[in-house]
Every structure is written in structure tokens, then in C-alpha cells.
């Protein structure tokens, strides 16, 4: 099983439409938890942390579920400017050293 | 503020050939800083990490290697480079010592085509 998984989708979605993205992971001890955004070909950044109690920047809301394990993505009136790749990014371990596992990707298409 | 530097952009490469890809951070003291390799369609794979000068881990056997001669400097090389080395390398630095809910910041990457 992979640390993290996401639907690469890609997710097709109007001009002003709800969109949400999911993504699981596999380690129970992971304490952080970030949404990345990476648009074609530069470089993944930072979208939102995401914590426990849940928070919202703007349109964007996102979620977190410690018993089951996921984080979750919310959209609101998306815009063009919103197709983008969007990268979940879990704590992990590796012999000692805290490390970011990077999902994937969900791609987002927002059309006119 | 904080700035990490990575060249170059893009990098065209023969079969064979060494590789140096250098990335320096600025505004920041003791980061701990990272190698990713992204291939085409696929996720960032973690290639090194290192926490301080000299120390250097690896994640996954392969064909190059990295190095931290001064504390903001993170150098990734290779003396063959092989086909399967095409990819998007990108360097990232986080903070050390605020916890451990630190977000990484990347550099622009480096798309390395070997041909």
C-alpha cells in the first residue's frame, strides 16, 4: 500500500463549481499534513497545512480525519486559475528523520 | 526573508555524462534540505535528505549522490548518467527545531533530459 494516495483524476469542472479531492494515507503516526499546489512543469507550493480542527483560506477548506485516515481538499467557485495539480503531503519517518511523502496528484481542469 | 536557488533550469545531458545540479539556501541557518526527482506523469520521490553539513541519507539505491560541503549549499551529482535519470529534480529546505509541523519550500527544479 502506498503512504499516501490520490485520484489523479483528472477532475473537469466548470467555472464556479464545487470541487473536493481526497486523499488516504497509511501511517497512523503522521502528525502534519499539507495540500501543495503544482502547476505544469514549476515547482509544488504550498497550498494550505492542514490541521486538525479543520480550516478554510478563501475558497479553499480543507479537512482532516485521524480515525480514517485522510485529509480532504474543498473548492469553492473555482476558477480558471484553479487547473492545477494538487499535491497531499503527509509527515513520515525514515530511520529517525521526519520526512514529506508526497501523494501523487489530483489534476484539476476548470473550463469556461 | 527566505530563498532557495536551484540551477540550472534545464539541463540536456548525453548518456555517460557527469551531473552536477547545485541548490543554496539564503535567510535561513541549519535547514534541513532535500532532493526530489519527479518523472514525467509520476510523484516526488524523495532521493536525499540531510540535516547538517556532511550528513547525508539516502532513501533509494541509485545512481547518484548527493552532498552538503557548507550549511546552505546541497549539491546533487552523478558521474554516469543513465536514461532513467530523466526526470524534474527539485531541491526543498524546511526548518528545523518549530516542531515538527513544518511545510518544505522548493526550489524552481531542474529538468534533466538524458538522451
Known amino acids: 500500500r502506498k503512504e499516501v494516495e490520490q485520484d489523479p483524476g483528472p477532475f473537469n469542472v466548470p467555472e464556479g463549481a464545487t470541487v473536493a479531492f481526497n486523499c488516504t494515507y497509511s501511517n497512523s503516526a503522521s502528525q502534519s499534513f499539507f495540500w501543495y499546489r503544482q502547476d505544469c512543469r514549476k515547482e509544488p507550493k504550498l497550498l494550505m497545512s492542514?490541521?486538525?480542527s479543520g480550516n478554510e483560506d478563501g475558497r479553499f477548506t480543507a479537512q482532516l480525519n485521524r480515525a480514517s485516515q485522510y485529509i480532504s481538499l474543498l473548492i469553492r467557485d473555482s476558477k480558471l486559475s484553479d487547473s492545477a495539480t494538487y499535491l497531499c503531503v503527509v509527515t513520515g519517518w525514515s530511520t529517525g528523520f521526519q520526512k514529506l511523502v508526497f501523494g501523487t496528484g489530483t489534476r484539476l481542469l476548470v473550463s469556461p | 526573508s527566505q530563498t532557495i536557488h536551484q540551477w540550472p533550469a534545464t539541463l540536456v545531458q548525453p548518456v555517460g555524462s557527469p551531473l552536477s545540479l547545485e541548490c543554496t539556501v539564503e535567510?535561513?541557518?541549519?535547514?534541513?534540505l532535500y532532493w526530489y526527482r519527479q518523472a514525467a506523469g509520476r510523484g516526488l520521490q524523495l532521493l536525499f535528505y540531510?540535516?547538517?553539513?556532511?550528513?547525508i541519507s539516502s532513501e533509494v539505491p541509485q545512481n547518484l549522490s548527493a552532498s552538503r560541503p557548507q550549511d546552505r549549499q546541497f549539491i546533487l551529482s552523478s558521474k554516469k548518467l543513465l536514461l532513467s535519470d530523466s526526470g524534474f529534480y527539485l531541491c526543498a529546505w524546511r526548518r528545523t527545531g518549530q516542531g515538527l509541523n513544518t511545510e518544505a519550500f522548493f526550489g524552481q527544479g531542474t529538468r534533466l533530459t538524458v538522451v
Open positions: 535567510g535561513t541557518s541549519n535547514p534541513n
Open positions: 492542514v490541521y486538525s
Open positions: 540531510s540535516v547538517g553539513i556532511g550528513q
